[in-house]
């Protein structure tokens, strides 16, 4: 099992013992918020694996610090309470909760809940990055479709000729062909 970097947001004392006992007798490691405001702050600074929020945190209401700590791409978030409320769920969804866990909160459920949630953000995190390199090819490739294009107008290539002239242009100022394409969007635009 590895070990986690976990902030407990609770303002009940023993309630937060309890978890950090938990936590702690599995190897992890724990740090501790009163209220609201300190778990954001704790989350932004210690950037954690796992920020486990009680629903009745004092000086923010949960939902509002789990959206903070996603919004700042700080960590996953669960959120723990005692009863579900009429409407909990529709509201977990609106904001990026990865689950919930009812108290009084059993130690196998709170580990593997905390693993499940804690490796399908990884997953997320890596699927996110991987959309974001595509549409960042998918936006270079049509630049350079476009400056390919002007060239075909201008310079009356065709499409291989063009393509090449911007190769070579790429090779001799060892430039990638997405600053070429810029650069030619540029100069005859």
Same mark, same amino acid.
């Given at each position: 099992m590895?070990?986690w970097?976990?902030i407990?947001?609770?303002?009940?004392?023993?309630?937060?013992?309890a978890?950090?006992?938990?936590?702690? @007798?599995?190897?992890?490691?724990v740090?501790e918020?009163?209220?609201?405001? =300190?778990?954001?702050?704790?989350s932004r600074?210690?950037?954690?694996?796992?920020?486990?929020?009680?629903?009745?945190?004092?000086?923010?209401?949960a939902?509002?610090?789990?959206?903070i700590i996603? @919004?700042d791409?700080?960590?996953?978030v669960i959120?723990?309470?005692?009863?579900?409320?009429?409407?909990?769920?529709?509201?977990v969804?609106?904001?990026?909760?990865?689950?919930?866990?009812?108290?009084?909160?059993?130690?196998?459920?709170?580990? @593997?809940?905390?693993e499940?949630?804690?490796?399908?953000h990884?997953?997320?995190l890596?699927?996110k990055?991987?959309?974001?390199?595509?549409?960042?090819?998918?936006?270079a490739?049509?630049?350079i479709?476009?400056?390919?294009?002007?060239l075909?107008?201008?310079?009356?290539?065709d499409?291989?000729e063009a393509?090449?002239?911007?190769?070579?242009? =790429?090779?001799?100022s060892?430039?990638?062909?997405?600053?070429?394409?810029?650069?030619?969007?540029t100069k005859?635009?």
């Amino acid at each position: 099992m590895s070990q986690w970097r976990i902030i407990v947001a609770d303002s009940n004392d023993y309630s937060r013992n309890a978890l950090k006992g938990m936590l702690l @007798s599995s190897g992890h490691l724990v740090y501790e918020a009163r209220d609201g405001g =300190s778990a954001v702050r704790l989350s932004r600074s210690l950037m954690p694996d796992l920020v486990l929020i009680d629903m009745g945190i004092v000086g923010m209401n949960a939902y509002e610090v789990a959206h903070i700590i996603d @919004s700042d791409n700080v960590a996953p978030v669960i959120l723990m309470t005692q009863t579900i409320q009429r409407g909990f769920i529709e509201e977990v969804k609106n904001y990026s909760v990865f689950a919930y866990l009812l108290k009084p909160i059993d130690k196998a459920v709170l580990l @593997s809940l905390t693993e499940f949630v804690i490796e399908n953000h990884k997953k997320y995190l890596s699927l996110k990055h991987e959309i974001e390199s595509l549409k960042k090819q998918i936006e270079a490739r049509k630049k350079i479709e476009r400056a390919k294009g002007l060239l075909m107008k201008v310079k009356k290539l065709d499409e291989d000729e063009a393509y090449t002239l911007m190769r070579k242009m =790429s090779m001799d100022s060892t430039l990638p062909m997405e600053v070429i394409a810029e650069r030619i969007l540029t100069k005859y635009s």
